[in-house]
């Protein structure tokens, strides 16, 4: 990996490390509004994660927008 694309906008996963938690992170969001923090975090737009991670995108989009209220315990 260059560093010609080392700036202040510039994506903040640096190593395998950052970039596997990431994914897994995404992976097990339960919701869009859960991924969208996950973004926000790692200083990614939507768009560049589409780009970047179309797989994970595609996981993202069937998601709920948000998580139901309910805490498991049903009485």
């Not at 202040?8 to 640096?14: I, K, S, V």
């Not at 991924?35 to 709920?64: C, D, G, N, T, W």
Request: glycine share 4%; proline share 4%.
């Amino acid at each position: 990996m260059t560093e010609e694309q080392d700036s202040g906008d510039y994506f903040q996963l640096e190593s395998s490390r950052e970039l596997s938690s990431f994914h897994t992170s995404i992976w097990m969001a339960g919701s869009k509004a859960e991924a969208s923090r996950i973004l926000r975090e790692h200083q990614l737009s939507e768009e560049e994660f589409v780009y970047r991670f179309p797989e994970l995108a595609k996981r993202v989009q069937v998601l709920p927008d948000t998580l139901p209220h309910s805490d498991g315990h049903s009485d």
